[in-house]
């Protein structure tokens, strides 16, 4: 026992922890846009990130840990708005393979106020996600604890001790000068854990605990704080520094700068880089998105390493289903739990028992099975890259590559064979026979119930296709087989580029003014009045045959005609003629609601007006890729592509209408109408660090220091 006692205390380390990142910043944010919401940002003591964050409209606390199992500590203070962050410094410490921290809450009133802290739910931070997804934390505070349905069925199924693990214990213990509550809970197949304390001063509140839930008194009109502390024993990731995200470029400019934007993005980068992967965002999005990585590698080719694409190429292949598609999403320590558990139950294969937290894949998506060929495609082509890396690159990762683009191939060869609508790649089918959204707008409204996505049919396949050619000629190069069928890849590679014919939207300027009419007079009264003066005011707008790629094409391959900013990405991949560039710029500064643009907020990301009302109202039902929205991604990717043109007023038309809303930083946002204005708004299952959002740094850099954006 002395000795393992004295094991412990050699393996003890505690230290002080400033925060990263705190949002809002003075400074850099509009605080009043973000209504009441706060977090903070930590590293621990391996240096993982945590994020704390306060809904102070809701009273929800949670604690965000990115390691290696995207866990989460959430509880519900009673009444709202009773809490806020204390000192900005936390603890934070490692002892016996635990790690933890804490830190303070400052308690807001006197000593009338009793605070209840209830709500408790610790486990994987998808399950949080879920919990605010459901509206739970409009519940009562003393509710039974929120237990997801599959595996509250897996426990009933498999009893004791599976039963007992599904909600935490808590306990109150009370001394002389301090009170403390513990609350802890194993994941479900026992294999870790998670646990919160909340203490108090004795001598100046008062705890009692019913239940799950803690009321704290204070005992006289001076202000109370209590001390929080998160502690787990899951497994941690290696996080990358700057040094080894960035190239020496970029770095210089970055320390040339001498711009608090840039340190907040380069901190951010970092919060979200390990060894392991490239978490897609924080809070929210603490694991590997493929979409989110490849995407972003895309957009930071001119400030990354040269080895960051091997790194991100080397996550997605090693994810590869059997048939070359990307994996969507990883399925990590509790989301796994869930998942396998739901499989157990629906096919009662006793293997999945032997590791329940075996790593789930997700393949519903369609556009990353495409950007993966074009991200390799740009690495072959770098001459930066030595001869000796590609190669080494080939041996390790070849065979797994190959797979991927024969399976584009594949999926590409019956548009090849025969260009109608219909043979164009669509998203998969639920259940229900519901196309799913298979692409970046992947709320199950985002392409307005379409089966054909612009964005995959006329982006990605075509520029996967000609990135195969690029590795074709790469791998021959450096004396490796080819790829197969090579040559009819080529001839499909020119078939696919007529696909944009299939999504035009062609309308004279009397039909889009009766369209437009129709959809003003739809809008809620507020809304209603702003955008019928600002069809007035825009009268000039249409004089002219609007034209405009439709966001997808439905089952029977007829464009659905919702105006969208995928064409961005389009412009910067792919070289276009003038007339056609203007074409598809055109409507990213057309004032909304005849365009995208609203002054004061940015390019929303999508406008319903020239569409059927079924259309509205699908996107009134969900706001998430809704005409309700700004997407930094979207900003940050036409930026990117006028970046290489010479087009400076739409790059300042654009940048001053994101500054002005205050929340540039943020992964969207959205509005409100007040007193006849547009007021930008946090959305609010919104990022705080984005990956996609952070790529404004390659965007910054371009700005300063144009070069030629990324070819085929």
């Known amino acids: ?22 949002f809002p ?150 001394t002389a000068t301090r009170w403390t509550v513990r609350a802890s809970q194993p994941s479900l197949d026992g294999k870790n ?129 059997p048939n070359g598609e990307v994996s969507h999403e990883e399925a990590l320590g509790g989301q796994a739990i869930r998942e396998n558990a739901a499989e157990f139950l629906r096919t009662g294969d006793s293997a999945l028992l032997r590791n329940l937290q075996q790593t789930r894949e997700n393949y519903w998506m369609v556009d990353d099975d495409f950007q993966l060929p074009v991200v390799a495609g740009h690495y072959f082509a770098d001459a930066n890259v030595a001869t000796a890396r590609k190669r080494a690159f080939v041996q390790r990762w070849g065979s797994a590559l190959r797979r991927n683009l024969g399976f584009v191939a594949r999926q590409a060869a019956p548009y090849a064979r025969e260009p109608v609508a219909r043979n164009l790649v669509s998203f998969k089918r639920d259940a229900d026979g519901y196309c799913h959204p298979g692409s970046w707008r992947d709320s199950r409204v985002g392409y307005a119930g379409g089966c054909f996505a612009f964005d995959v049919n006329v982006v990605w396949v075509p520029a996967a296709l000609r990135a195969i050619g690029t590795i074709d000629s790469a791998l021959r190069a450096l004396g490796e087989p080819g790829i197969e069928n090579a040559a009819d890849i080529a001839r499909a590679a020119e078939a696919w580029r007529g696909t944009a014919r299939h999504f035009e939207v062609v309308l004279s300027p009397d039909e889009a003014a009766a369209r437009l ?44 005609p919702v105006m969208s900013t995928d064409p961005a990405m389009w412009l910067l991949l792919e070289p276009q003629p003038a007339d056609r560039e203007a074409e598809l710029l055109r409507p990213f500064l057309l004032p909304y609601p005849v365009g995208l643009f609203i002054p004061g907020l940015g390019p929303v990301t999508a406008n319903d007006a020239y569409a059927s009302p079924d259309v509205w109202r699908m996107f009134e039902r969900d706001l998430y890729h809704s005409p309700k929205v700004v997407w930094g991604r979207d900003v940050n990717i036409l930026l990117a592509a006028l970046a290489t043109r010479n087009r400076p007023g739409a790059v300042d038309s654009i940048r001053s209408a994101v500054a002005r809303s205050g929340l540039q930083y943020a992964e969207l946002w959205s509005y409100k109408v007040e007193r006849g204005a547009v007021q930008p708004v946090r959305y609010g299952s919104s990022s705080d660090v984005q990956l996609w959002t952070l790529t404004d740094l390659a965007v910054q850099y371009l700005l300063t220091s144009p070069r030629p954006g990324p070819t085929q």
Do not use: C
Not at 530 to 552: C, E, I, N
């Open 1 to 22: 026992m002395l000795l393992a006692f004295l094991l412990v205390l050699q393996t003890a380390s505690t230290r002080q922890a400033p925060p990263i990142l705190e």
């Open 25 to 174: 910043t003075a400074g850099l944010d509009d605080s009043a846009a973000y209504e009441g919401y706060t977090a903070r940002l930590y590293r621990d003591s391996r240096a993982n990130s945590v994020e704390i964050y306060i809904e102070r409209k809701t009273g929800r606390v949670v604690h965000v840990w990115a390691d290696a199992l995207n866990e989460s500590i959430g509880f519900t203070v009673r009444p709202v708005g009773a809490v806020a962050f204390g000192a900005g410094t936390a603890t934070v410490w490692t002892r016996g393979g635990r790690r933890g921290l804490r830190y303070t809450l400052a308690v807001q009133g006197g000593r009338s106020t009793a605070v209840e802290v209830g709500q408790l739910l610790l486990g994987s931070m998808r399950i949080e996600r879920d919990f605010g997804y459901a509206g739970r934390v409009r519940d009562s505070i003393d509710a039974a604890t929120f237990v997801v349905p599959e595996m509250a069925q897996f426990a009933a199924e498999m009893g004791r001790p599976y039963t007992d693990r599904l909600t935490p214990s808590v306990v109150l213990i009370n």
């Open 193 to 321: 854990h998670l646990s919160l304390a909340l203490s108090g001063d004795a001598r100046r509140s008062r705890a009692t605990l019913a239940g799950r839930v803690v009321t704290i008194q204070p005992l006289s009109s001076r202000a109370i704080t209590l001390t929080v502390e998160i502690a787990t024993d899951g497994p941690p990731l290696s996080p990358l520094d700057r040094r080894q995200i960035f190239n020496d470029r970029f770095r210089r400019f970055a320390d040339s700068a001498n711009s608090p934007r840039i340190e907040r993005e380069i901190r951010g980068f970092e919060l979200l880089s390990s060894r392991q992967k490239l978490m897609a965002g924080l809070p929210t999005y603490a694991t590997y998105f493929g979409r989110d990585m490849l995407m972003t590698a895309l957009l930071m080719e001119p400030v990354w390493s040269d080895t960051m694409p091997e790194f991100v190429m080397g996550a997605a292949l090693a994810k590869l289903a």
């Open 517 to 560: 009419g129709v959809r003003v007079a739809a809008s809620p009264d507020a809304e209603r009045d702003l955008w019928a003066t600002m069809l007035a005011a825009s009268g000039d707008a249409l004089t002219d045959t609007l034209r405009f790629p439709a966001v997808s094409l439905d089952s029977a391959g007829h464009a659905i």
